[in-house]
């Protein structure tokens, strides 16, 4: 069966510090993968998706950056935190059929 | 802009009580999909409608999909508390071919009170 995976489920960290945030699917092979945002109470802003390895667009211009350095394994990054960075982030993955299967999210807090 | 909003951005009803969510886009699209997010979790799909479609129907959730109004509906018939959460609608715009991108929607927060 399929399951995607997301880690760490919560951080912490202080403005202008490196992030890497990590999602993994299992059980399928090329999906298209998704990074969202999700404020406090608000919808899902698309920040990346990709098609395959190495192929990444962007949606959103800001100081976050993303990667597929393998097929089932896509990795959101940044340089520098800034305090507006903190959000819910939730990967997702689509096979086939244009459903998005979500994983848990990370819960991230810039102080 | 976003494209999909739904309405009302909260709802509380009684255990037992029919739940009506509704959700309006701008562009023309492939299909519309609705979502429900527990708290502090990932997002699950519920149901997909497609352009051609009219009504569907899941167990306890009926979509319509109103094309020449840009808009569609949610129902949760003898709602129950564990139905408590926010539901979303995403669209897959016509223009998106080949991209595989949905847009979601701001939300209902619906409440289920036991």
């Known amino acids: 069966s399929q399951t995607i995976h997301q880690w760490p489920a919560t951080l912490v960290q202080p403005v202008g510090s490196p992030l890497s945030l990590e999602c993994t699917v299992e059980?399928?092979?090329?999906?298209?993968l998704y990074w969202y945002r999700q404020a406090a109470g608000r919808g899902l802003q698309l920040l990346f998706y990709?098609?395959?390895?190495?192929?990444i667009s962007s949606e959103v211009p800001q100081n976050l950056s993303a990667s597929r350095p393998q097929d089932r394994q896509f990795i959101l990054s940044s340089k520098k935190l800034l305090l507006s960075d903190s959000g819910f982030y939730l990967c997702?993955?689509?096979?086939?059929?244009?459903?998005?299967?979500f994983g848990p999210g990370t819960r991230l807090l810039v102080l | 802009s976003q494209q999909g909003e739904e309405d009302p951005q909260a709802l509380s009803i009684q255990e037992g009580e029919n739940a009506t969510m509704n959700c309006s886009y701008k562009?023309?699209?492939?299909?519309l999909q609705w979502y429900r997010q527990n708290s502090g979790r990932g997002l699950v799909h519920l149901i997909l409608?497609?352009?051609?479609?009219r009504e569907k129907h899941s167990g306890r959730l009926r979509v319509t999909l109103d094309t020449s109004k840009k808009s569609s509906s949610l129902l949760i018939t003898a709602s129950r508390a564990a139905d408590t959460a926010s539901y979303f609608c995403?669209?897959?715009?016509?223009?998106?071919?080949?991209?595989?991108?949905?847009?979601f929607g701001t939300g209902t927060r619906l409440t289920i009170i036991p």
């Open positions: 997702a993955y689509t096979q086939g059929w244009k459903t998005q299967y």
């Open positions: 059980g399928t092979s090329n999906p298209n």
């Open positions: 990709s098609v395959g390895i190495g192929q």
């Open positions: 562009t023309s699209i492939n299909n």
């Open positions: 409608i497609r352009s051609n479609e």
């Open positions: 995403a669209t897959d715009a016509a223009s998106n071919f080949g991209n595989e991108k949905l847009t």
